[in-house]
């Protein structure tokens, strides 16, 4: 399943992403390992509340629901309601909900 594959190395690139900024402190060397020690980052966070809770407030659930996307679009359409309609989301759970739901 090639798509599958796919979207398996988009995640570990986010993921990546999400946990790199938290090594540029100059006091805790940059160990990989070190990816527990960022307090809510995209892998722990629950995509499925998140969505509950973060994407109904301007709209309801359904609209979706209604829509089947991968995830560069859904990544493309959390980012358009963050920097188009003021969505308070942080990075990680933009991450946590795009994976979310373009693996519904
Ligand atoms: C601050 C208000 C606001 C929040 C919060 C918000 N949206 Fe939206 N959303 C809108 C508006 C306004 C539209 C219609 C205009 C548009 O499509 O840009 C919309 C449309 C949509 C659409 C239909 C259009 C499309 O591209 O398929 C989807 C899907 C969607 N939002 C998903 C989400 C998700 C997922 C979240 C949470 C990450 C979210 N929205 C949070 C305001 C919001």
């Given at each position: 399943?090639?798509?599958?594959?796919?979207?398996?190395?988009?995640?570990?690139?986010?993921?990546?992403?999400?946990?790199?900024?938290?090594c540029g402190?100059?006091?805790?060397?940059?160990?990989?390992?070190?990816?527990?020690?960022?307090?809510?980052?995209?892998?722990?966070?629950?995509?499925?509340?998140?969505?509950?809770?973060?994407?109904?407030?301007?709209?309801?659930?359904?609209?979706?629901?209604?829509?089947?996307?991968?995830?560069a679009g859904?990544?493309?359409?959390?980012?358009?309601?963050?920097?188009?309609?003021?969505?308070?989301?942080?990075?990680?759970?933009?991450?946590?909900?795009?994976?979310?739901?373009?693996?519904?």
């Amino acid at each position: 399943m090639p798509r599958t594959h796919r979207a398996a190395t988009v995640i570990a690139l986010l993921l990546v992403a999400a946990v790199l900024p938290a090594c540029g402190s100059p006091d805790s060397p940059a160990t990989p390992g070190d990816a527990g020690a960022v307090p809510g980052s995209g892998g722990v966070l629950d995509g499925a509340s998140l969505v509950d809770t973060k994407c109904t407030t301007c709209h309801t659930r359904a609209r979706i629901d209604a829509a089947s996307k991968d995830l560069a679009g859904w990544q493309t359409t959390i980012n358009r309601m963050v920097t188009s309609h003021d969505a308070q989301i942080t990075a990680e759970e933009q991450s946590a909900i795009a994976i979310y739901l373009s693996g519904r």
